[in-house]
């Protein structure tokens, strides 16, 4: 499977826009980019997903690099409710990213953000 | 419906005995997945049910796990013989279908200390 890139770790200010880098270099062309956000003591939870065109929906804009090797997952305005580790996960359209659908999560990056 | 739901919360057990944890999807998803997750790391795949129907099994599945979904709708995971190395939070999530574009929703975890 493909894997991806995250720095460890990035901070914030409140209501400032964040930019959560991702590389990919070994994506195919079948492969989603996924995102995924886990806040503390919680389950992780869908932000946003794309192919080859940039995305938004109301969490996130997903902005994707036009050789797809990386893709940058964009947060508006930050709040203190952003805070959380952000995963970046490559699907295979044929196989869905694991053996039978299941996310492979990496170590992903864990986003502060100061009041 | 108010998500996926796990119980319990949390377990503490002593090495030797056995464990059984309880996962209830959104209703009507027919897909199921395990997952655990170590400290610092992100939720590694453990096993996946589509309907009552286990369908896969990662190598991180020894013969003390056994994961059950009797009606389709919630499922259990169970570790006999508990080690200490089996201290982790575990993840469940559910889908409604899959492919590139499947969105998982987990729930918030049981967090397992073996002393």
């Known amino acids: 499977d493909a894997k991806t890139t995250q720095p460890n770790s990035m901070e914030s200010n409140e209501e400032e826009p964040v930019h959560l880098p991702c590389n990919h270099s070994?994506?195919?062309?079948?492969?989603?980019i996924h995102w995924y956000r886990q806040l503390p003591s919680q389950g992780p939870e869908y932000v946003i997903h794309?192919?080859?065109s940039n995305v938004n929906n109301r969490m996130a804009s997903l902005a994707i690099a036009e050789d797809r090797k990386s893709s940058t997952l964009i947060l508006h305005r930050a709040t203190l409710r952003d805070a959380a580790v952000y995963y970046c996960i490559l699907r295979d359209v044929w196989n869905y990213g694991g053996s039978q659908g299941n996310l492979i999560f990496g170590k992903g990056t864990k986003l502060s953000v100061k009041p | 419906d108010t998500g996926v739901s796990q119980n319990p919360r949390h377990k503490i057990t002593k090495r030797g005995q056995n464990v059984t944890f309880r996962c209830d999807p959104i209703s009507e998803h027919n897909r199921l997945y395990w997952y655990r997750q170590t400290l610092g790391q992100g939720p590694e795949f453990l096993t996946y049910?589509?309907?009552?129907?286990?369908?896969?099994k990662s190598r991180l599945l020894s013969d003390r796990f056994s994961a059950e979904r009797p009606k389709g709708s919630f499922s259990t995971l169970e570790i006999q013989r508990t080690e200490q190395g089996d201290s982790a939070m575990y993840l469940c999530a559910s889908s409604p279908r899959g492919g590139e574009n499947e969105t998982q929703y987990f729930g918030p975890g049981t967090r397992l200390l073996v002393l």
């Open positions: 049910f589509q309907n009552e129907a286990q369908l896969e």
């Open positions: 070994t994506i195919s062309g079948t492969d989603y």
């Open positions: 794309g192919l080859t």
